[in-house]
């Protein structure tokens, strides 16, 4: 079962525009969620991460926002660049014991010039 | 440089060939793992490794099999191939209190005849 769903499965954003990807998960015993990103023909890397203990988390241009009781979260990549173009995964893991992720299914992100 | 390297980077083999791909870190992480990438199905786990001689099945365990002998080594056995096990094989790393750095291999691209 899809322990953690990933939308959209693309998106086409305009340079300096707002990307936007969502995740949603359905075990509480998750406390820990990371993005990946992957540019093509490199395996993915971290790119920021959260604890369900905040709310919000930004790095320069990119930002997580979680909504514990939804148990959703969303990933938001502020002026878009054609450099952001690549494959993003959310992730989700629970710190008790072993780190062991489970991924979404990935979303394909293309800033066009 | 720190990294997890595998090998090869491209393999063509034929049906029922074993075949072994390799990984291998020089960060000394307790935690590896394997995951295959498949068009629309994200990054699922194959197989995982806490620390040495400590195996365990992930998402997608069938038709694989791994063993972890050393700390720095994590190799990937497909003893007998089948055209469905086509695909992009990534090896990670982790020390184990730190699952949100896990750090990504390049990729082994895998076609099977």
């Known amino acids: 079962q899809q322990q953690v769903k990933q939308s959209p499965q693309s998106l086409i954003v305009q340079k300096g525009g707002i990307s936007i990807i969502n995740c949603a998960y359905e075990?509480?015993?998750?406390?820990?969620f990371p993005w990946y990103q992957q540019f093509p023909g490199k395996g993915p890397a971290l790119l920021i991460a959260?604890?369900?203990?905040?709310s919000e988390k930004k790095e320069g241009r990119f930002t997580i926002s979680f909504n514990k009781s939804a148990k959703q979260f969303s990933l938001h990549i502020m002026d878009s660049q054609p450099g952001d173009s690549a494959t993003y995964f959310c992730a989700a893991n629970s710190l008790g014991g072993y780190s062991t992720l489970t991924f979404g299914k990935g979303t394909m992100l293309l800033v066009s010039p | 440089e720190a990294q997890v390297t595998q090998n090869p980077r491209y393999l063509i083999t034929v049906t029922g060939k074993k075949l072994t791909v390799t990984c291998s870190q020089n960060m000394n992480h307790e935690y590896m793992s394997w995951y295959r990438q498949d068009p629309g199905l994200g990054l699922r786990q194959i197989y995982y490794?806490?620390?040495?001689?400590?195996?365990d099945k992930g998402d997608v365990p069938e038709g694989y099999k791994v063993s972890r002998k050393e700390k720095r080594n994590f190799p990937l056995i497909l003893e007998s191939p089948s055209p469905n096990q086509t695909s992009l094989y990534f090896c990670a790393s982790s020390f184990h209190t730190s699952p949100e750095t896990q750090y990504f291999g390049p990729g082994t691209r895998l076609l099977v005849l």
């Open positions: 959260i604890r369900p203990d905040v």
């Open positions: 490794s806490m620390n040495v001689e400590v195996t």
């Open positions: 075990n509480t015993a998750f406390d820990y």
